[in-house]
């Protein structure tokens, strides 16, 4: 069973730039198709990017196409976001997240693992 923990949160300001990772453990990071996905309070998790096993596709939420980047490191067993052009907006609590299917996955029920999160806030 792999174990998801994610760094990278913090307070920016609008227009300001982030990069989350979400460093795993117990297992093979290569095993597993890899999403972010964010989660404000009263509402459900959002997904935000997805990147296949070896990193040659990924898939962005439209809200943030253009201005993130999800990217991996098998060897280092780590999953990146890069977060530019950060806007009020995005603020809420950001998770990584592991699935084993082969097919392209984007809704929470998909992943098998999940970190616990780590909070961006954006001040306009």
């Known amino acids: 069973q792999v174990q998801l923990v994610e760094s990278g949160g913090g307070s920016v300001q609008a227009g300001d730039s982030l990069r989350l990772s979400c460093a795993a453990s117990g297992g093979t990071l290569s095993s597993y198709a890899m999403g972010w996905f964010r989660q404000a309070p009263g509402k459900d998790r959002e997904f935000v990017a997805r990147v296949s096993r070896i990193g040659d596709n990924t898939r962005y939420a439209d809200s943030v196409k253009g201005r993130f980047t999800i990217s991996r490191d098998n060897a280092r067993n780590t999953v990146y976001l890069q977060m530019n052009t950060l806007k009020p907006e995005d603020t809420t609590v950001y998770s990584c997240?592991?699935?084993?299917?082969?097919?392209?996955?984007?809704?929470?029920?998909?992943?098998?693992?999940w970190g616990q999160g780590t909070q961006v806030t954006v001040s306009s």
């Open positions: 997240a592991a699935s084993r299917a082969y097919t392209i996955v984007l809704r929470p029920t998909e992943y098998d693992y």
